[in-house]
């Protein structure tokens, strides 16, 4: 084991992993973190923590994270480069081991613009750091805990252990780079890594090919990220905007019969297309799972964890395994 | 070449409404291409400042020159007492410009007529790109001549990031993606497989993270040395 994390542990067995994703408040208050929590514990292996998630201020992942710990929710930490050097990023990884914390994703991050895609204030100038990309980030963690050195070379006493992850975005732009930048950070250190959300299971599944032709499915536990559809507006949204993203029309039509099932009645029309969302999701679930490579799904439920149990029950994924 | 643009004139104006002599001080080199600080603007921006001081009944002496470069003593050396008539100079030179001719005007100060933008070039009259940070360790030849930290809003080595969308940035849809550039190019020039390798960790120190840099280029000093000696002689 490398971390002796829970995720690796579940991944280690064979069975099908799944994670969710917990985003912390912008706010100072650890109550809503740990009502998440609760809703997702038991119901995944181990949950995000995101990192200040399109560039919005909110209770740092670590802390969160280590507030999730102690309710009895495995965290995956967030670590993003835009807000810190090598200096912070070690220190925060040093810190967050000394916590308990076991599983750490390593991302770009937003660019500080992103500001909740346009819907907060947010911070857009502020100067971003990006000392290191993804790829440098990884195999610094790699550094840390396989050979117990800092970036620069001085000897760390107690190596932090994480598992170490990382996010790919299969259907990104440029399409045909998209397998050589997963070989990039897997080659780097790359333990686990989650997808961006995949609702063209066609365009990943000739993706994932590639990713086999490469052998990367044996040299890392991709899991394939499930973004749980709220309305037909969200998946619009989601592929018309969101880069690395693109919705089969079919499956924008069958939500908008879903909301045009419910006539006028709003009430009715939100718990329709809910219903439905969650019908896909599961759906995708089962396909990502069929999917030759994958070793499980990142399903996150984004202001709405509380549909996470739900989902896991009815997908046959309950109860999780236990060690 | 350095690329810059005018400062509006009202805080040009807050700039200067105290001083009673004004010399608003054309460079033109780099900052006259792109008609922000040429001797011709700097003409421009007197008379505008000269057209406020009459609105606000500010009695104010506003007068432009310009040099062909800012940044040796020679081009300004001969204007030097010319300048030293004002009681503020506003410089139009790039801010390499404004510091270097601010170390040699005793008690007068130099204040910025234009804001320094980037090193870039001229694509089509009248529209100036950013293409080089100097960041003093330059890699063109391994991302297809196109480059990363000028042009990545992430500044990424080892790009593209998940925020890639139909090749634009996910800054702007205004804004190339820089490494879906690099991709394309490097597809082209055949040399795709290099991305392949994980460049490390840069060494930031060569850029401005390492303090404010300085090149001596040591046969040039040797000769000088030599010439000055002579001279002494």
Excluded at chain 2, 26 to 47: L, M, P, R, W
Aim: charged letters at 25%; proline letters at 5%.
């Amino acid at each position: 084991m490398k971390s002796g994390s829970n995720l690796e542990k579940v991944l280690a067995s064979g069975k099908p992993a799944v994670t969710a994703e917990l985003g912390p408040p912008m706010s100072a208050d650890p109550h809503e973190v740990v009502h998440k929590a609760k809703q997702l514990k038991g119901f995944c292996d181990a949950a995000n923590i995101t990192d200040c998630q399109t560039a919005v201020v909110r209770i740092s992942s670590i802390a969160a994270a280590a507030i999730a710990f102690q309710n009895g929710l495995e965290p995956v930490m967030q670590m993003t480069c835009r807000d810190r050097n090598r200096i912070a990023i070690q220190a925060d990884l040093l810190g967050a081991a000394a916590l308990g914390l076991k599983n750490c994703l390593c991302l770009a991050g937003d660019h500080q613009k992103f500001s909740a895609a346009g819907r907060l204030k947010g911070h857009p100038g502020a100067k971003n750091v990006y000392d290191l990309d993804t790829s440098q980030l990884v195999s610094m963690l790699k550094k840390m805990r396989d050979e117990s050195k800092q970036e620069g070379g001085d000897p760390i006493e107690v190596p932090p252990k994480f598992f170490i992850g990382a996010s790919w975005t299969p259907m990104g732009d440029p399409i045909d780079i998209r397998p050589m930048n997963l070989l990039k950070k897997v080659n780097a250190g790359a333990d686990f890594i989650q997808t961006q959300g995949i609702y063209d299971m066609e365009l990943f599944r000739a993706q994932m090919a590639k990713i086999r032709d490469l052998g990367l499915h044996e040299r890392t536990a991709i899991l394939a990220g499930i973004i749980v559809p709220k309305s037909a507006m969200m998946l619009k949204y989601m592929d018309s905007s969101v880069a690395g993203v693109s919705v089969p029309k079919a499956m924008i039509d069958r939500m908008s019969k879903a909301k045009a099932a419910a006539g006028e009645d709003k009430k009715k029309m939100k718990e329709l297309q809910e219903q439905e969302g969650i019908k896909i999701t599961i759906e995708l679930i089962h396909q990502a799972l069929e999917t030759p490579g994958v070793k499980g799904v990142h399903i996150q439920a984004i202001e709405w964890e509380s549909a996470i149990e739900g989902i896991v029950k009815a997908a046959g994924l309950y109860p999780r395994p236990s060690f | 070449m350095i690329v810059g643009s005018q400062k509006p004139i009202d805080e040009i104006w807050s700039m200067v409404k105290d001083f009673k002599k004004v010399l608003v001080f054309g460079c033109n080199t780099c900052v006259a291409i792109c008609h922000a600080g040429g001797e011709k603007e700097a003409e421009t921006i007197a008379s505008l400042i000269r057209m406020r001081a009459q609105q606000e009944g500010t009695k104010m002496e506003v007068n432009h020159l310009g040099v062909m470069r800012h940044c040796e003593p020679e081009y300004f050396e001969p204007v030097m007492d010319e300048i030293k008539k004002y009681d503020l100079v506003l410089s139009t030179a790039c801010g390499v410009g404004v510091n270097f001719l601010s170390d040699r005007t005793g008690t007068i100060p130099v204040y910025p007529g234009i804001n320094t933008s980037f090193y870039g070039a001229v694509p089509e009259p009248g529209v100036f790109v950013e293409l080089c940070a100097g960041c003093g360790n330059c890699i063109l030849h391994l991302t297809g001549g196109i480059c990363p930290i000028a042009r990545c809003a992430k500044t990424l080595m080892n790009g593209p990031c998940g925020g890639t969308n139909k090749g634009k940035c996910e800054v702007s849809n205004e804004i190339d993606c820089a490494w879906y550039l690099i991709v394309e190019r490097m597809k082209k020039l055949g040399t795709l497989e290099k991305l392949a390798e994980i460049q490390p960790p840069r060494n930031w120190a060569t850029s401005r993270d390492g303090g404010p840099r300085r090149i001596s280029v040591e046969h040039i000093r040797e000769y000088e040395e030599k010439e000055e000696a002579k001279a002494g002689k």
